[in-house]
């Protein structure tokens, strides 16, 4: 059924949600993500420093990752290979118990008032703030999948061409400092947001802009 889908929108021209309301999108996104509702809420508990014990093996796992990757592909695996072996290194690390010895580590969620923003906000919630670009890294990876599967010139061209141009920048950037940015980033920014000043500032921002869009429509 889903490769029949898959082929249906190659057939017509079509991306994943095309076509579809917000709404529509994000309700489909929280039922994908149902069944992972309990890592994702005790995830975001350790991001908002509710579960420290949690939080220092999420960093210490994606550090220690990056660090090993970086040694590896530095010493004797071409990158290409690495990039191979990637999501194999995942499984692995899921089939070792690496999963299940996090879960170990969930707490109880704490219960806060809908305007302390230290609560744990709702997965529909949660999906409202990143729907746009999950909704377009999916189509992103359609795209190079449909260029594959069903190739024509302007596809294929496009695809080569950007291929090209990320390759050039990516050998003028060291990868492993900007991912490690990334990360610093993504596991600093909800507690700067929620226990500093800089929440009120961003929380306005978003409102403003959300006030725009909604006058727009």
Known sequence: MRLNRENTLIEN??????GFHPKDVQAKF???????KTDILNIES????HNIP?????????????????????????????GIILVPLFHLFYC????????????????LGAEDPLRIRPLEEIVSWFWFPILW?????????????????IDTSALIII??????ILRAINIFYLLIFVL??????????????????VKQFLQDLKEKHAKKE
């Not at 350790?46 to 420093?49: E, I, M, N, R, V």
């Open 30 to 36: 929280v039922k994908a993500l149902e069944p992972f």
């Open 184 to 201: 610093t980033l993504a596991f600093a920014a909800p507690a700067v947001l929620t226990r500093t000043p800089a929440g009120d500032v």
């Open 46 to 49: 350790a991001l908002l420093l």
């Open 137 to 153: 890294g999916w189509r992103i990876g359609f795209y190079i999948y449909r260029t594959f599967v069903c190739p024509n010139i």
């Open 13 to 18: 021209n079509l991306y994943p949600c095309a």
């Open 163 to 168: 291929t090209i141009i990320l390759g050039c």
């Open 54 to 82: 949690l939080f220092s093996a999420l960093a210490g796992f994606c550090l220690v990752f990056l660090i090993f990757s970086n040694c590896l592909v530095k010493s004797f695996v071409p990158s290409l290979a690495y």
């Open 96 to 111: 070792l118990g690496g999963v299940e010895f996090g879960r170990k580590l969930y707490k109880d969620l704490p219960e």
